[in-house]
């Protein structure tokens, strides 16, 4: 059976491709044209914004105008959740039932595998950890989804519930890896903080934390997706101070202004964020990778430059540096926005100053409005 799996058009969070391309390769053969094609999947589908949902759209109809009539079509991702909003004119899940044979929600992957041999059949969709383990590194993906509700994010106008792996997997996943001497840990989620308090009703995080620095041969743990809201909130401080084994946290600061955190309903301010990192690193050193946005409506050169003084204390590694896309479909776009001259303005003095003291700078985001 041929096989065509669409382009990667989501952020690095999603983990239906990993799943899907990791069952498949060996069994079936993965062509490059989809017209060839007895199976198209869109197994990475973004919405972020309007204008990613609208390119995701696109696509999507691009490919299938090439397909052949009798191939399957499957969509899975951020574009199959429930929109609380419309976008201008645009029914997207109405289109989806139009156009595609099947839409599988994102944490159903197992239902593709079904539809395309048999041999999957009795494959629960129990949501997948490890995603790839090579070189002694590997990537658990522990959760999707998040309860928080920042005001320019796609919660604010997707049903997006939180998703985490049950505790015992995960733990004979964490088994099995240092069973088989990988050394480093890549813990990934949209919100890795809020992990497990979908099926517990607390937060797990910390006796994760706690249950890897018993292992013998993993030395290293990177968090991808954590938020500071929860750790500064619930507790985690003292799990990670004690935890000799933390080694990067990567995560959203957005900015140093607490003006331009309570419009973004960040859920903490910057002493409070400064005090927790110096609390977590009074034992050992922590890697520090952190979101910053550039250019949030209403910012101005004082919340720039607030920004940048929070950010000599905090000392981070590397910073993502995110010039703000507006979207008529998300919370921020209520507020006054900026123009795509003031953004890049803001973003140039970021980068200017960042990577005057060293610290490694990646800009993201186009800085202008999508309307």
Same mark, same amino acid.
């Given at each position: 059976m041929k096989i065509f799996i669409g382009q990667r058009n989501a952020c690095n969070l999603n983990y239906q491709r990993e799943i899907i391309y990791g069952e498949l390769q060996n069994n079936h053969e993965i062509v490059k044209d989809p017209s060839e094609a007895d199976i198209i999947i869109f197994p990475d589908t973004c +919405?972020?914004?309007?204008?990613?949902?609208?390119?995701?759209?696109?696509?999507?109809?691009?490919?299938?105008?090439?397909?052949?009539?009798?191939?399957? *079509?499957?969509?899975?991702? +951020? /574009? *199959?959740?429930?929109?609380?909003?419309?976008?201008?004119?645009?029914?997207?899940?109405?289109?989806?039932?139009k156009k595609v044979d099947y839409v599988i929600p994102q944490n159903n992957t197992n239902d593709i595998l079904k539809i395309i041999s048999d041999e999957y059949k009795d494959k629960e969709n129990t949501f997948g950890a490890l995603l790839e383990s090579k070189d002694n590194i590997a990537r658990l993906f522990i959760s999707n989804g998040c309860r928080n509700n920042c005001s320019f994010c796609k919660v604010t106008y997707q049903d997006y519930p939180l998703?985490?792996?049950? !505790?015992?997997?995960?733990?004979?996943?964490?088994?099995?890896?240092? =069973? @088989?001497? +990988?050394?480093?840990? /890549?813990?990934?989620? *949209? @919100?890795?903080?809020?992990? %497990?308090?979908?099926?517990? @009703?607390?937060?797990? !995080?910390?006796?994760?934390?706690?249950?890897?620095?018993?292992?013998?041969?993993? =030395?290293?743990?990177?968090?991808? %997706?954590?938020?500071? #809201?929860?750790?500064?909130?619930?507790?985690?401080?003292?799990?990670?101070?004690?935890?000799?084994?933390?080694?990067?946290?990567? %995560?959203?600061?957005?900015?140093?202004?607490?003006?331009?955190? #309570?419009? /973004?309903?960040?859920? $903490? *301010?910057?002493?409070?964020?400064?005090? $927790?990192?110096?609390?977590?690193?009074?034992?050992?050193?922590?890697?520090?990778?952190?979101?910053?946005?550039?250019?949030?409506?209403t910012e101005t050169m004082e919340d720039v430059f607030i920004s940048l003084e929070v950010l000599k204390k905090l000392d981070p590694k590397e910073i993502d540096l995110c010039r703000y896309t507006n979207s008529k479909i998300v919370d921020s776009n209520k507020y006054e926005q900026l123009t795509p001259e003031e953004i890049q303005e803001h973003t140039k003095i970021y980068e200017k100053v960042l990577r005057k003291r060293n610290v490694k700078t990646n800009i993201v985001g186009n800085g202008y409005k999508y309307n």
């Open positions: +919405c972020t914004t309007e204008y990613h949902a609208r390119f995701t759209i696109w696509y999507i109809n691009e490919i299938l105008k090439k397909k052949k009539d009798t191939a399957k *079509t499957i969509v899975t991702g +951020c /574009i *199959t959740r429930h929109f609380k909003r419309k976008l201008d004119g645009y029914d997207i899940e109405e289109w989806l039932k998703r985490s792996i049950e !505790l015992p997997i995960l733990k004979e996943t964490i088994d099995f890896l240092d =069973e @088989n001497g +990988c050394k480093k840990l /890549i813990i990934k989620g *949209t @919100n890795v903080s809020q992990y %497990g308090l979908d099926l517990y @009703n607390d937060y797990k !995080l910390p006796e994760v934390i706690d249950y890897i620095e018993k292992k013998d041969n993993i =030395e290293a743990i990177d968090f991808v %997706g954590f938020a500071y #809201k929860d750790a500064i909130k619930n507790d985690f401080a003292e799990a990670m101070r004690e935890s000799s084994k933390i080694d990067e946290i990567g %995560g959203s600061l957005e900015s140093g202004s607490n003006r331009i955190l #309570k419009l /973004i309903r960040k859920g $903490f *301010t910057s002493e409070e964020i400064i005090e $927790f990192v110096n609390e977590i690193r009074k034992k050992y050193p922590r890697n520090l990778r952190l979101n910053v946005i550039s250019g949030f409506p």
